[in-house]
């Protein structure tokens, strides 16, 4: 398995669309691993999608999907499998799933594309789809209603929602991805977890764990995170026995208002042994 971050940016992305704040303007300056778009990750069984279609997992559909295609070969025409963390629009836009349908993709994909999220999501994938009148998508793309700590079998994944600790109006999620093999933890908008998050994860051993870091070199946990809020979660997992020798917590999901930039990020994390994502980062699991 592999994980490559295809976006590791909070929602107004870095450096922020309208902003010239210091960090912003330090990403501008620098480039390269410093130019953050919004958060989209992919999950491979093997080698890219050179296998089956049910060998490609896609989380969240940004509306940076686009550059993520273009940029870091994201095969959408590929995958037949997409998870949503959560209603918010830099995590879900589901007017992009419109292209997969009709005139957009010539030809239309042959599979269907299973699209799974919360009830929230679910709902906003109906009201679009029903605005758009598209008289394709019923057979082109399925969504399928997931609840918190019940597994799916999503492709040649098993997948578990976890609880995160985000928006109160909805059930938003983490995930636990599992092959017969290996496992990861992708934790990011969340707090510090639930309780029934942290009990149902108890015991087993990760492979690697994504985390939120929004907040950067701050201090938050009720809705997002920090180094020091990475540092508790870590803290938990080692108590709870859901940590490997070789277990590798990698930071992701950052905001200007949180700082730093990378190289001082890589400064921040490496006390700790976190890894700090970029765009385009792969990691072999």
Known sequence: ???????????????????????????????????RTRSQAAIYANEF???????????????D???HVLQ???RLDKAGHMLITHSHDDHFQPTELLYRCGIYANPVPDFVLHVYG?????????????ELDNTNWTTNIQFHEIEPFVPVDVGNFTV????????????CFIYMIETAEKRILYGNDTGIFPAETFNYISGKKFDIISLDCTCGENKEGTNHMGVPDAIEIKRRLEGLKCLKDSTRIILTHFSHNGGPCYDAMLDLAAPH???????????NV
């Open 49 to 63: 999608g050179s296998g089956s279609i049910d060998d490609i997992l896609v989380i969240d559909l940004p509306p």
């Open 118 to 130: 919360n009830d929230k999501v679910h709902r906003l994938f109906d009201e679009t789809m029903r």
């Open 160 to 171: 578990t929602p976890l609880l995160a600790l985000h928006d109160r109006n909805e059930k």
């Open 72 to 74: 870091h070969g994201l």
């Open 1 to 35: 398995m592999k994980i490559q971050y295809l976006g590791t940016a909070a929602a107004e992305g870095w450096p922020a669309l309208f902003c010239n704040c210091k960090h912003c303007e330090t990403a501008r300056i620098l480039g390269g691993k410093n130019i």
């Open 273 to 283: 042994n976190f890894e700090v994502a970029f765009d385009g980062a792969i990691w």
């Open 65 to 67: 999907t686009y550059l």
